[in-house]
């Protein structure tokens, strides 16, 4: 296996999974067809849902595959969220920057997910709608100091206006990239270790090297 | 020898009398009713086929007794309640028949891991059924099939051969490893899939989609063989779970489409359409054997919720949409094993497409779903806690006060069946009343003829009866006199001609 960390041109794809979080209403789903469909408010989007969608990428040669997970966003599907972000590497959380309450949501999220997952997962705060900015009631300052004490980029989008979506994605991918890489060099440090914890299972390992000396399938 | 020595203490015993009843020429034994030991063999086997075959019998008997009454009662239980959101009610009972005798055999098959049957007849035609053999229902063809599409399917690989023999060997060590927790044996498995799809990586050089093909095959394979030893195995409460979500859904008859902001309109018959499928979809699910084909199913039923949506919203489902309509879905299907079936897929399936493919992200929608339907009180459904006590207490159902208002062919009937039920009290009221007019009569009658009574005893006593007596007889005496003379001064009648006579002419 290719090591992410050195190669320039390595042949490892990266996989990684996002989960979009927010409030009902304040355009998670017009985001992310934004995003991947380039398409808003459409009438004849080719897809038949929004929750569940993925982008391919290359980003520095590396190939990336984006899985975005779209989540409820009613207040009474809030305990439900474990289940949706766990194991996933990034999350973008959406508030509306006419709506202060969707603010205070995401505020909670952040809350929950660094106490949930900690460090290891990049974190985006996303105010959507930048372009009803005359009906703004989260200041700007306000949300990026916020983001920024707790380790999160702030990203100003607008679905309608197709503004400052590309960037968001592109960014958050190449953090989840830096922390994919910093966990494989942590675990090749630690190979040794790490093999041996999970030798539990009998596989028998001699005889692959056999295998290909004595070639008994290759010609089918 | 032994008639001599029987002679001698006095018994006497015949040659013959020894001798196996069944005239086989052998000696007989008294412990055996005087057969010999290969005739009472026979006898005795024959006997306790018959022992068992009417044992058999009658179990199968009770048992479609037992699912008759579960069924009627099934229906009852649900036809009440569903007859709003299911506009083609009896449509879709007829198509979830299969599936719903999977939730039935699944109460009376004492170990849940057996993989139910496609239908009741082939319940009926199983020649050697035994309720202890119903384990082994799935035949081992099954498994050798699967054998034989792997070695298929690896064959033209360079490895192939190598591949085969490290999964069989797995296979066969698990098959021991029964006894460990469902945990550790999901550990085992992943462990395995883990080293052998990393040896993979280095050998197709990081092609991840041959990898992945050939993890897929490794899982048909595993899976199908394991199925019965590792799915809902007796060291874990899944069955405990399966009963208990079964009997929460159950309980939660009552929801409706506009409780949970569903946004599906089942009105329009292609909706309807794909909320049966999705239904049917679900079920299936615990009919599969391979984690991966569980997914499947799971996805199916997802596709066609988002085509239900779809139509209904003439815009692309978000999960805002999409979540609540799963849950509906599930409330609505009560999938078989649902418990046991997520903890399955969760422990033996594929990592890679748990976690970040399209089949995960439906699956962990389902989990989401299964533990919103746990924890589902009042609040959530927008119902104060007394409503949400009222409907889960079967005290109160939220489709009666709707009845009348409601445009469903579902509701119009119900509404309908009001109307007569309000027509029959409103008849009964009147017949009472009835009743009660003729009973008030007859004390009338009764008061008035004392009444008459009183007045003429009170007349009689008032005048003497000599007085009276003479008076009535001559009285009536001219009445009858007079009625004889109407004829008699009518004598001019004499004189008339005869009345005519009827004549018949000739036509």
Known sequence: ?220 | MMSQRSERRGIHLDQSELLCKKGCGYYGNTAWQGLCSKCWREENQRERQKQIQEDWALAERLQREEEEAYASRHQRAQSQPTITPFSKFEERKTKEKSSKVNTVTKFFTPSAKTPPKKDTTSFDTQSSPSPSSSSSRHPPADTDHATREFIDFLKPLKSGREIFKQCRAFTESMVYKRDMGADELSECVQDFYQNLSDRLQTQFKGSTEHVESVMDEVEKYMMTRLYKEVFCPETTDDEKKDLAIQKRIRALHWVTIEMLCVPVDEEIPEVSDSVVKAITDVIEMDSKRVPKDKLACITRCSKHIFNAIKISKKEAASADDFLPTLIYIVLKANPPRLQSNIQYITRFCNPSRLMTGEDGYYFTNLCCAVAFIEKLDGQSLNLSPEEFELYMSGQASPHWPQGAGASSPGSAALSQVHKRLDLLTGLGERQDRVIEKARQLESDLIDWTDEVEQKVQSVLESFPQETHNPTATTASGTTSAAASAIDSDNVENERLPPPLQPQVFAG
């Open chain 1, 1 to 220: 296996m290719a090591a992410g960390g050195t190669g320039g041109n390595s042949n490892k794809t990266y996989s990684f999974k996002v989960v979009l979080l927010g409030e009902g209403c304040v355009g998670k789903t017009s985001l992310v067809l934004r995003y991947c469909e380039n398409k808003f408010n459409d009438k004849h989007i080719t897809t038949l849902q929004a929750s569940f969608l993925t982008k391919k990428l290359n980003i520095t040669g590396k190939r990336v595959n984006l899985a975005i997970w779209d989540t409820a966003g009613q207040e009474r599907f809030h305990a439900l969220g474990p289940i949706y972000y766990r194991d996933s590497n990034g999350a973008i959380l959406v508030y509306d920057i006419t709506d202060e309450d969707s603010f205070q949501k995401v505020k909670n999220w952040v809350k929950e997910l660094r106490k949930m997952l900690g460090n290891e997962i990049c974190l985006c705060i996303v105010g959507n709608k930048i372009d009803l900015d005359k009906d703004r009631h989260v200041s700007v300052e306000e949300a990026e100091s916020y983001a920024e004490s707790v380790g999160a980029k702030h990203y100003h989008t607008s679905a309608k206006l197709n503004k400052g979506i590309e960037e968001l994605f592109l960014d958050l991918c190449k953090r989840m990239m830096e922390t994919a890489q910093a966990e494989e060099r942590l675990k090749g440090n630690g190979a040794s270790q790490s093999a041996s914890s999970r030798r539990g299972v009998q596989i028998v390992d001699d005889e692959p090297q056999a295998t290909p000396a004595g070639g008994c399938c290759s010609s089918g």
